[in-house]
């Protein structure tokens, strides 16, 4: 969605029309399971992109993790236009290392965009990206049956904001984006 030729995670995009919601933000959690559900859910539950945008100043400390408990199906994380990460593998928890995107003290935009489209009764739909998020040259999804998960969009999990204030430090034990391999604490 370009706006005078920005896109939606530009810093200058105007926002002020939109709606404040809080998370998680289930984008169907008001119309699930009031219509019959075929094999790829609800035919008429809104299926596609959802653009969400918080300014926010990062703390003092030493290394930022942004920590998404859930979301349906892509999501694509931007932090002042310039994309930190994305993960296009359904509904599994995932987090992003914004140390090197932000300055502490100083406000940034995170720009979350997720995607729940699919390719049941759609013209168009999405894939997996091969290299680029949106490039779509990848495997078509494969969410299309009522026994996987109800047909939610959004965030549809709780976000949180982790500041570690040492070099040494506990990571998220979250493979996806942040690749943190070795001892597990519990």
């Not at 489209?117 to 494969?142: F, H, I, N, V």
């Not at 500041?163 to 996806?176: C, E, F, G, I, S």
């Amino acid at each position: 969605n370009l706006q005078n030729g920005r896109p939606v995670y530009a810093p200058d995009y105007d926002d002020s029309a939109w709606e404040t919601v809080s998370v998680p933000h289930p984008v169907n959690a008001h119309d699930t399971y009031d219509n019959h559900a075929s094999d790829a859910g609800e035919a008429s539950m809104f299926r596609g992109w959802m653009a969400y945008r918080k300014r926010l100043t990062i703390p003092a400390g030493r290394h930022f993790f942004l920590e998404f408990e859930a979301i349906r199906q892509t999501q694509y994380v931007y932090v002042d236009g310039r994309l930190v990460g994305f993960y296009e593998a359904g509904t599994a928890p995932t987090g992003y290392d914004l140390t090197p995107f932000v300055t502490p003290g100083r406000p940034a935009l995170v720009c979350v965009l997720t995607d729940s489209s699919s390719g049941r009764g759609m013209k168009e739909y999405s894939a997996e990206s091969a290299d680029e998020p949106g490039d779509w040259k990848g495997t078509a999804y494969q969410w299309n049956g009522s026994d996987f998960n109800p047909v939610q969009g959004g965030l549809t999990g709780n976000v949180r904001l982790h500041v570690k204030a040492n070099d040494a430090y506990l990571t998220l034990p979250l493979w996806a984006n942040l690749k943190t391999t070795g001892v597990y604490v519990w």
